[in-house]
């Protein structure tokens, strides 16, 4: 028998995938720019992206900057902000990086 199926069935699989991102998912982000709290951000996909258990994304209803909430191994998730800060052309700047506890 598979590794899939000892797992259960295609359904419970989907189900459990869907709960362990829910059970992942950030109640608010607080933007790195102005600090407020805010609740309407998209959750990334982040199949394949070893180390990084959660990531999230978006835009603070006050200031408008972007704002991304990332959760996994300490040093792949700031290889990946670095990332994202050089492709927003922000490579030269110093980083905005917030360390925020996720409250649940």
Known sequence: ????KLRGS???RIKEAAA???R???NKLTCNNCQTDFTDFEML???GM???DMACVG???SCKD???GLKGDPIICQAFAEHIMHERGLGNEQPKFGIQRLSK
């Open 45 to 47: 996909n982040t199949k």
């Open 50 to 52: 070893d180390g990084v």
């Open 59 to 61: 835009v603070c209803p």
């Open 1 to 4: 028998m598979g590794q899939a």
């Open 24 to 26: 992942l998912r950030p």
């Open 20 to 22: 362990q991102l829910e």
């Open 66 to 68: 972007v704002t991304w």
């Open 10 to 12: 295609r359904d419970d």
